[in-house]
């Protein structure tokens, strides 16, 4: 069983906390960072969210990744491991204000573009989006202590959204 799941509105103060989590990122990884992008829900205005911010770091090269890695551990972010099987090597900060959740990215890594495609057809269609906040509020009161069920239901909304943004029929 997953972790819990915890939904709440939106907060108007999440893109300032993301600045703010960038620029200390930015200064911390600068010899390896290519783009920093606020991901997932709490980059979406107006939606429901978990209370956390979620990153994507892209790097210049798969090689940075052990090196942006150790810079990471030595701040007290929590491994979590290559969670989608693409690279993509998810860490944990979780007495930050809010909880910043990190990916480390490979230059042209299709996790990380899905991400964008999603995140910005949520930003343009606020139908899809009241209907992805819909989908989420029914899942977590249904899966209230499975966050990996939770997440893994969500994902033919994901997918539909993607397919539809990227003209896929």
Request: a negative charge.
């Amino acid at each position: 069983m997953g972790t819990g799941v915890e939904l709440v509105p939106y907060d108007p103060d999440w893109p300032a906390n993301f600045q703010r989590i960038r620029g200390k990122l930015e200064r911390l990884l600068a010899p390896y960072v290519v783009a920093i992008e606020h991901i997932g829900s709490t980059s979406i205005l107006g939606l429901t969210a978990k209370p956390l911010i979620d990153i994507d770091i892209i790097l210049r090269s798969p090689n940075d990744i052990p090196p942006a890695t150790q810079l990471l551990l030595d701040q007290d972010y929590e491994p979590r491991g290559n969670r989608y099987d693409d690279d993509v090597w998810a860490f944990m900060l979780r007495d930050g204000k809010p909880p910043e959740r990190i990916y480390l990215c490979p230059p042209n890594n299709q996790t990380h573009q899905r991400r964008i495609i999603f995140r910005d057809h949520l930003r343009l269609h606020p139908a899809d989006m009241a209907e992805y906040a819909r989908l989420k509020l029914e899942l977590a009161e249904k899966h209230r202590h499975d966050g990996d069920r939770y997440t893994a239901e969500k994902r033919h909304f994901v997918d539909a959204i993607i397919d539809k943004a990227s003209g896929t029929p």
